[in-house]
């Protein structure tokens, strides 16, 4: 089972500041077979990103992401209020399709 | 409007059985993998269970192989999750979500439907 580990556990932030978020696979994910998907409260997750770098139908250009191999990146390049929520990554190279334990982030 | 509505959960004991439902509006089940995925309350995201556009290969997450079965109806307008043998930490909210092939991410989720495992 390939697990991910996303740092930090939480982050404390003010609207227009640049995030940046990580995710460690324990092994190699192939192909770059990497999503990520914010969550806000009492809402399903939201895929924002696939392909590691690819974004979603509608997902606005401020939201990037990047990476390969093992280290993968979530950048949001300027806090909106509507993106304080809890960021997943998650490998769907191999079975299990295994998530991150999440990164919150806050208005600080 | 591509939409996904899941249903069917519930409070019931441990030991018991439960199926889920999760409709699809807008597109056919036959064009998509479709998957569950749930979150025990207050926790992250864990992937339950897969099933190709075809039919043909079923997926399973360790906690439960054995206990749930994933499947469509014949008309593949409908997408559900078997579970039986239910146990207190199979309380979750449970997500149904579509992807567009087996290596591909999940696109579309349903709202979610609340499984309380509890005697």
């Known amino acids: 089972e390939i697990v991910l580990t996303q740092s930090p556990g939480t982050l404390s932030l003010s609207p227009g500041e640049r995030v940046t978020l990580s995710c460690r696979a324990s092994q190699s994910v192939r192909s770059n077979y990497l999503a990520w998907y914010q969550q806000k409260p009492g809402q399903a997750p939201r895929l924002l990103i696939y392909g590691a770098s690819s974004r979603a139908t509608g997902i606005p250009d401020r939201f990037s992401g990047s990476g390969a191999g093992t280290d993968f990146t979530l950048t949001i390049s300027g806090l909106e209020p509507e993106d304080f929520a809890v960021y997943y990554c998650q490998q769907y190279d191999r079975s299990p399709r295994t998530f991150g334990q999440g990164t919150k982030v806050e208005i600080k | 409007e591509v939409l996904l509505v899941a249903s069917g959960g519930d409070l019931v004991q441990p030991g018991r059985s439960l199926r889920l439902s999760c409709a699809a509006s807008?597109?056919?089940?036959?064009?998509?993998?479709m998957h569950w995925v749930r979150q025990a309350p207050g926790k992250g995201l864990e992937w339950v269970s897969g099933i190709t556009w075809n039919t043909v290969t079923t997926d399973y997450a360790d906690s439960v192989k054995g206990r749930f079965t994933i499947s469509t109806d014949n008309a593949r307008t409908s997408l559900y999750l078997q579970m039986n043998s239910l146990r207190t930490e199979d309380t979750a909210l449970y997500y149904c979500a579509k992807s567009h092939s087996p290596f591909d991410a999940f696109h579309l989720w349903g709202q979610g439907t609340m499984v309380t495992v509890s005697s």
């Open positions: 807008g597109f056919s089940l036959g064009d998509h993998d």
